[in-house]
C-alpha cells in the first residue's frame, strides 16, 4: 500500500538484485513495469567504478537459459514434508538431480477432490550457482538468494533456490537505518502529541483534586451549619408561628359582625381546638338561614361550615334558631424580614466624623425644655 518511492527507500540496502551478462555483474531496480538495468557491480579489486560490492546485499538472477521451470503435480499429503517430497521427485520431473540442482518451488493451488497439489519449480544446476554465489562473496558481498530474471519482484515474492541453511542475513546500510530512525521518531513523537496532552490533563485534574476535596468538606460543614441553623429558628419560632397563624378573637368577632345578615343574632359563639385548625361553633337566631353558610365561606377566615342541628323555630316570629359550625382558617405568616435590614451599619473608620449623630436622650421627666 506504500508509493514507490517510499517502497524504494525502505527497501534501499537490503538487497541488490544482479545478473552476471556477458562476463560482468549488471545490477537492476524494481519498478513498476518489473526489473530495469541500473548499472554494473565494482569489481573486487583494480579500478572501483560502478555499485561497490563490499557489504553489498544482492540477489543473484539466473537467465531463462540458465534454469528449468516448469509446473509440476504432487500429492496432497506430500505438503506436510514438502522440500523432501520434491527433492525426491526432481529427478522425475527434471533432468537434474537433487545432488546436482538447487531448486525452489511455489505453491500455485490445491484440489481437495483429486488430492493433488499443484506447483511451480525452477532448477538450476548447482556447480554454475555455487559458483557465482563464490564469486560474490569472496568480493564481500552477501548473497540473499537465487532467483530468475524473468519474474523477480522482490525477496519476499519471488522463488528462492538457495538452500535456506546457505542464505545470509541481510546487512543493513546508513540509508536504511537512517530512515527507520527518522520512521521510528515520527512515530514516537505522534504518540507523545496524543499522549501528552491527555498526561497534562491528568495532571491538573490531580492538583486540583485536594482542592475540590476541601471545598466539598467546606460545603458538607456549611450545609450542617444551615440545617441545625433552620431546626433551631423552627424551635424557636414555633410558639410565635402558632401564635401568628391563629386569627384573634376580636378580628373573629369583627368579620362576623360584618358578614352575618342584619336579621342574624349570635347567641353563642364558642371556639374548640381540633388536630389541625380550630372549630368555631356559632349558635343563635337569623331570618334567612340559607343564606348564612354561604357568608361565612366568602368571609375568607372560615372553611367548611355546616349545620350542626336542624333548624328550629325561634323565639322572635319569623326567625329560626341555628347551630353552625365552621372551621377557622389558618392566617399567613408575615413575609421574613429582609437580612439587608438586620446587619449593623459600619462604623466610621478612626479620625473620620460619622455621617449622622446619636439621638439625643430624652428628657428626665420634669425637666424643663
Do not use: C
Request: net charge neutral; hydrophobic share 45%; charged share 25%.
Amino acid at each position: 500500500m506504500l508509493p514507490e518511492g517510499l517502497r524504494a527507500r525502505m527497501r534501499t540496502g537490503l538487497e541488490t538484485p544482479v545478473s552476471l551478462v556477458e562476463g560482468r555483474w549488471k545490477t537492476f531496480a524494481i519498478t513498476r513495469d518489473g526489473l530495469t538495468a541500473s548499472g554494473e557491480l565494482a569489481p573486487a579489486v583494480g579500478k572501483q567504478t560502478g555499485t561497490p560490492l563490499n557489504h553489498a546485499n544482492l540477489w543473484v538472477l539466473l537467465g531463462p537459459s540458465e534454469s528449468v521451470v516448469r509446473e509440476a503435480v504432487l500429492p496432497l499429503a506430500a505438503e506436510e514434508s514438502l522440500d523432501e517430497a520434491v527433492g525426491y521427485e526432481l529427478d522425475r520431473l527434471t533432468p537434474l538431480t537433487a545432488e546436482k540442482a538447487w531448486f525452489g518451488y511455489r505453491v500455485t493451488g490445491r484440489d481437495e477432490a483429486e488430492k493433488q497439489l499443484r506447483l511451480r519449480l525452477a532448477v538450476a544446476p548447482r556447480e554454475l550457482v555455487e559458483a557465482r554465489v563464490a564469486d560474490l562473496r569472496a568480493g564481500g558481498a552477501h548473497v540473499l538468494g537465487v532467483g530468475l530474471l524473468d519474474e523477480f519482484a522482490g525477496g519476499a515474492s519471488s522463488l528462492n533456490l538457495m538452500p535456506r541453511d546457505q542464505r545470509d542475513r541481510p546487512v543493513l546500510s546508513r540509508e536504511v537505518l537512517a530512515t527507520r530512525a527518522l520512521a521510528g521518531l515520527a512515530a514516537f513523537m505522534a504518540v507523545a502529541a496524543l499522549v501528552y496532552p491527555v498526561w497534562l490533563k491528568r495532571e491538573s485534574v490531580s492538583a486540583l483534586l485536594p482542592r475540590v476535596e476541601k471545598a466539598k468538606a467546606a460545603a458538607d460543614v456549611s450545609s450542617r451549619v444551615a440545617a441545625e441553623i433552620e431546626t433551631l429558628a423552627k424551635e424557636h419560632n414555633l410558639l410565635l408561628a402558632k401564635k401568628l397563624a391563629q386569627t384573634p378573637m376580636a378580628q373573629l368577632v369583627e368579620e362576623l359582625a360584618k358578614q352575618l345578615p342584619d336579621n342574624t343574632w349570635v347567641q353563642q359563639l364558642d371556639v374548640k381546638p381540633g388536630p389541625k385548625t380550630r372549630e368555631v361553633q356559632i349558635a343563635g337566631e337569623t331570618g334567612s338561614s340559607s343564606a348564612l353558610v354561604e357568608v361565612l365561606e366568602r368571609s375568607g377566615l372560615f372553611a367548611n361550615a355546616t349545620f350542626k342541628s336542624p333548624l328550629t323555630k325561634g323565639a322572635t316570629p319569623n326567625t329560626e334558631r341555628y347551630l353552625l359550625a365552621a372551621e377557622l382558617k389558618l392566617r399567613d405568616l408575615p413575609s421574613p424580614i429582609p437580612e439587608e435590614s438586620l446587619v449593623a451599619p459600619a462604623t466610621a473608620a478612626p479620625g473620620q466624623q460619622p455621617s449622622q449623630q446619636a439621638p439625643a436622650q430624652p428628657p428626665a421627666p420634669g425637666a424643663r425644655q
